[in-house]
Structures are given as C-alpha cells and as structure tokens.
C-alpha cells in the first residue's frame, strides 16, 4: 500500500500549483483522502481533507485558494494551489484513512516539497 504524491515546485508568489496523489495496492479500499503540510520549525497541519461522503474540510489560511478533488475509481486526490504565498512553503504530504482486509488503517505519503518565492 503505497501513496504517491506529485506537482510539487517552485513557484512566485501569486502562482499557482496543483498537486496529485495516487494510492495504490488492492487490499487498501480508500474512505478518505485529503492533504497535509509540514513547514519548517512548524507542526504538521491540515491543509484540506475530505471528511466523510462529499465533506471538505479546509484550514482557515487556505480557504478561497485551495481546492481539494479526487477521482475515487482511480483512488486519486488532488490540491489545486491558487494565489500562493511564501508562508504556503512546506512539505505537502498525502493522507488516507481506509481499511486493508478489513482492518482500519492510514497510510502517509512521502511528501512533495512546495516553495513559493517572494
């Protein structure tokens, strides 16, 4: 069971990125997917998630910039990044909460880096 993340980059301030997820392996049935970050000297945080059927939740310091998606049958989720800024600069890593052989489980990315220059 694996989740890879992709998209991530540099960008200018008032840019924008769009960053993807896949999950992969059969025996991982995917309830939810969603996104976190990971600043430096900074706790990791919620950027977006989905939180049970079509229920989104945002952080406050993204809310009208970022927009989460996904594409359940290809296991899938995605962040478009719009009107960055240089505080958005972190380790933007996938999350996904399921069950593996009918066991609950969540399963992290690796990460992908997002800089965002001033």
């Known amino acids: 069971v694996q989740l890879q993340a992709s998209g991530g980059g540099l960008v200018q301030a008032g840019g924008s990125l769009r960053l993807s997820c896949a999950a992969s392996g059969t025996i991982f049935s995917v309830n939810t997917m969603g996104w976190y970050r990971k600043a430096p000297g900074r706790e990791r945080e919620l950027v977006a998630e989905y939180t049970g059927g079509d229920s989104v939740a945002y952080a406050d310091s993204v809310k009208d910039r970022f927009t989460i998606s996904r594409d359940n049958t290809k296991k899938m989720v995605y962040l478009q990044m719009n009107r960055l800024k240089p505080e958005d600069t972190a380790v933007y890593y996938c999350?996904?909460?399921?069950?593996?052989?009918?066991?609950?489980?969540?399963?992290w990315g690796r990460g992908t880096q997002v800089t965002v220059s001033s």
């Open positions: 999350n996904a909460h399921g069950t593996i052989l009918g066991a609950p489980a969540e399963v």
